[in-house]
């Protein structure tokens, strides 16, 4: 008995130099269990819902309801929105990044730059709106009372920016510090131009690292909630607004599970998103080194 | 929603080196100076407007235009705000705790034992990132629903928020874990007689600098104004409260000078973290 234990321990040593027994695969089963549980069941049970109707039948004409009209309706307003806050944001950001990947490496401007991107960029909840509501409220406004305030998706998109630029300056400037000034220099000494630089050196190299990271911050826009339900709460403008209200009154489109064959379409928006911005950001990883 | 801000985080430091802005022609660097002054000053009142804005709108009395500090004492005598920042802080650190509990012993793990499904466990890291918390909670609500049954405590909500931080702790800690040299440290305790939970705890986690309360910064972030979840599954956290108080009175005080201590909280939060991160990774030299 003891010596078959003692094989045992001592058998257990050498499995780290080339076997894997199951016992490895044994450390991961907590992490699983719990991704499985809390994300990966609640996805599931999104897309099953979805293709079920609410008497427990399979009814793959749910998904029709994603080309309603009113429907339509929503997921432009999303996309709308997402898109004018994302160029806006990915623009401004590249030059505000441009600003400080232009400075002292290691100076303080960076060095506050960076910190408060990082926290402003997740300044994306409910007190988001209340600040901008303070500054620009149309009755009360502190800098001025603004009648667009209340603008879709004018008024939204400007709030947008507010955590949208952050972000582009965090995902954005590795790719702008990648960009050597020797380049700069050679294009100099050929008797280029700033618009030769960037037309034929900087622009096409930052491209795929800038449209990818525009892609990010659409999808970041695309997945907000908080912030549009506190600017305006009354009017349902984005999908993520109409899922609330899906969830919250019994009566839906009759027979079909409303929320979710919403949120199936968001997942798949952005899948699609998600997946070009991990192409192009390879792209762009070539140049990061 | 917020922050991929982990996915820059990681690229960042190598930045600087290659960059000699000195030997650029001086007509350009004074241009470019330029053209950095206006940017900064723009950007910085972009910025700094909306939030001078809320400070102004926390300290307005009864009549418009006049000052008091009655919204900030409201903080303590409004109902349920009080109870609430309570419960928003205990979720953010029960979130950070659990958080690291159920990704370090793991990334460790797969980093010593199972490299090859080191690919696998980021897609699965990441993962939240492409599931937006609206989707989350519509699959949520059903198995919510089935255990409310037994009263389902605010703090719960932890469980979803780890998901929810799981790829921004990720981001963080992974860039400490491949910054040292793990598979040495762990054989060199190995061979000292340590087992595994040595390895971890008193190993390896001490030699991640400032990953670990990077970690913890992004998800209590996270947490501290998450709003979806909580709303949509009826929990009544911090931010559900000012949103609530938001509908009934669009002008209450107490709305701004919450938010704007729940803002410099995150702010101090941040400092300290980095404080703490900087003096240990000086400490070990």
Redo the contacts between chains.
């Keep these: 008995m003891a010596a078959v234990a003692a094989t045992n321990t001592t058998g257990a040593r050498p499995e780290r130099a080339g076997r894997r027994p199951p016992l490895a695969w044994l450390g991961t089963v907590p992490f699983l269990g719990y991704v499985g549980v809390f994300l990966l069941l609640p996805t599931a049970i999104v897309i099953w819902n979805s293709v079920r109707n609410t008497t427990g039948g399979f009814a793959f004409a749910n998904l029709k309801v994603l080309g309603n009209s009113a429907v339509r309706t929503y997921f432009v307003g999303s996309v709308e929105l997402s898109a004018l806050s994302a160029v806006i944001g990915a623009v401004l950001g590249a030059i505000l990044a441009y600003a400080i990947a232009a400075g002292n490496p290691d100076g303080i401007v960076r060095r506050i730059s960076l910190a408060g991107s990082g926290v402003l960029a997740q300044f994306g909840g409910v007190t988001l709106a209340f600040a901008f509501f303070a500054a620009l409220g149309p009755t009360s406004g502190f800098l001025l009372h603004a009648s667009w305030y209340y603008d879709f998706p004018g008024g939204i998109t400007l709030i947008y920016a507010y955590f949208q630029i952050p972000l582009m300056v965090l995902v954005f400037l590795p790719a702008v510090d990648g960009l050597k000034v020797q380049w700069r220099e050679a294009s100099e000494s050929l008797g280029g131009s700033a618009w030769h630089y960037w037309r034929y050196v900087g622009g096409p190299l930052l491209a795929p690292a800038f449209i990818g990271a525009t892609l990010l911050l659409f999808a970041n826009a695309l997945s907000a909630y908080a912030t549009i339900q506190a600017w305006e709460n009354q009017i349902a403008y984005t999908v993520p607004q109409q899922i609330y209200i899906a969830i919250n009154s019994e009566v839906g489109l009759s027979n079909v599970n409303y929320a979710d064959v919403l949120a199936l379409g968001m997942v798949v928006l952005v899948a699609i998103i998600m997946t070009g911005y991990a192409l192009l950001q390879r792209r762009a990883a070539r140049w990061l080194r | 929603?917020?922050?991929?801000?982990g996915?820059?985080?990681e690229?960042?430091p190598d930045?600087?080196?290659?960059?000699?802005?000195r030997?650029?022609?001086a007509s350009?660097r004074g241009r470019?100076n330029l053209?950095?002054r206006v940017?900064?000053t723009l950007?910085g009142l972009?910025?700094l407007?909306?939030?001078?804005?809320?400070l102004?709108?926390s300290l307005e009395g009864a009549k418009?235009g006049t000052w008091s500090v009655t919204p900030w004492k409201q903080i303590a005598s409004y109902p349920g705000v009080l109870g609430a920042i309570g419960i928003q802080l205990a979720l953010a650190v029960v979130t950070c705790v659990a958080v690291l509990l159920?990704?370090m012993?793991?990334m460790i793990?797969?980093k010593l034992?199972?490299p090859r499904?080191s690919r696998a466990?980021e897609f699965?890291c990441l993962?939240?990132?492409?599931?937006?918390?609206?989707?989350?909670?519509?699959?949520?609500?059903?198995?919510y629903n089935k255990i409310e049954h037994y009263t389902v405590a605010t703090i719960m909500l932890f469980?979803?928020y780890?998901?929810l931080a799981?790829p921004y702790a990720y981001r963080a800690l992974s860039a400490g874990l491949n910054a040292i040299d793990a598979t040495t440290l762990s054989e060199a305790a190995r061979s000292l007689g340590a087992n595994w939970f040595t390895v971890m705890f008193r190993v390896i986690a001490p030699n991640m600098g400032q990953a670990i309360p990077n970690a913890m910064l992004?998800s209590s972030?996270?947490v501290l104004?998450?709003?979806?979840i909580a709303?949509?599954l009826n929990y009544v956290t911090l931010?559900v409260v000012?949103?609530n108080i938001?509908?009934a009175t669009?002008?209450a005080g107490v709305?701004?000078s919450t938010?704007l201590a729940?803002?410099l909280f995150?702010?101090l939060l941040?400092l300290l973290l980095?404080y703490v991160g900087r003096r240990l990774s000086r400490g070990r030299g």
């Excluded at chain 2, 930045?15 to 802005?21: F, L, Y």
């Excluded at chain 2, 407007?49 to 809320?54: E, G, N, R, S």
């Excluded at chain 2, 993962?127 to 198995?143: C, E, K, Y």
């Design positions: 929603m917020a922050a991929v801000s996915l820059a985080g690229s960042a930045a600087g080196q290659v960059r000699a802005p030997r650029m022609r350009r470019l053209f950095r940017v900064f950007f972009f910025f407007l909306p939030l001078v804005a809320l102004r709108d418009l159920l990704l012993p793991t793990w797969i034992r199972l499904v466990f699965l993962l939240p990132l492409t599931i937006p918390a609206i989707v989350l909670v519509v699959g949520l609500a059903p198995i469980l979803v780890v998901i799981l992004l972030a996270l104004g998450e709003f979806t709303e949509i931010p000012l949103f938001s509908r669009t002008n709305l701004f938010s729940a803002l995150t702010f941040l980095s």
